[in-house]
């Protein structure tokens, strides 16, 4: 089995993974691809185009600080993983590219990622993949925060 996990950091995309992880634990052999998608917007530079080189190169590094937890999460729990770092937008047609690319068996994300227009956009990404992927989508919500001072 193989799982695409698309990360961008946030408390979903977290979830997302824990929940990866737990599929994946129950089928030995299991593989998740944990990816990270970098576009202008995240890196900082939307509005400067950089050189493919110099954008791909920003990209991967920032990718590598994004996945290192997840990839030490994947260890901890003696899950095989593979990391894609992709530079780019629009973003879901990335993400069902990558899964299409790997033979992914199923995309698990995060309901809730950290775009920049948070509010007006909700889920758009989501949604996007939803529409777009030829293989199952597992939406993982965010738990709810504790009431502050609980």
């Known amino acids: ?5 698309p990360l961008d950091g946030s408390a979903a995309s977290e979830c997302a993974l824990d929940h990866a ?3 994946a634990a129950a089928k030995p052999g299991a593989l998740l691809i944990l990816l990270n998608v970098q576009t202008p917007d995240a890196l900082g530079f939307p509005d400067i185009r950089m050189s493919g080189a110099d954008a791909r190169a920003l990209a991967c590094r920032q990718s590598e600080r994004v996945l290192r937890k997840s990839v030490e999460a994947c260890e901890q729990h003696h899950v095989s993983c593979e990391t894609r770092a992709e530079y780019g937008e629009p973003v ?3 993400i069902v590219r990558v899964a299409g690319e790997v033979g992914a068996d199923q995309i698990v994300m995060g309901a809730r990622g950290l775009g920049r227009f948070r509010g007006l956009m ?3 990404v989501t949604t ?6 030829d293989v199952p989508v597992t ?3 965010a ?3 504790p009431p502050h001072g609980a």
């Open 139 to 141: 939406l993982v919500k």
């Open 122 to 124: 909700l889920g758009s």
């Open 128 to 133: 996007q993949v939803v529409h777009l992927a």
């Open 92 to 94: 879901a047609e990335t």
């Open 143 to 145: 738990a709810p925060l």
């Open 1 to 5: 089995m193989r799982l695409v996990v």
């Open 21 to 23: 992880l737990a599929l």
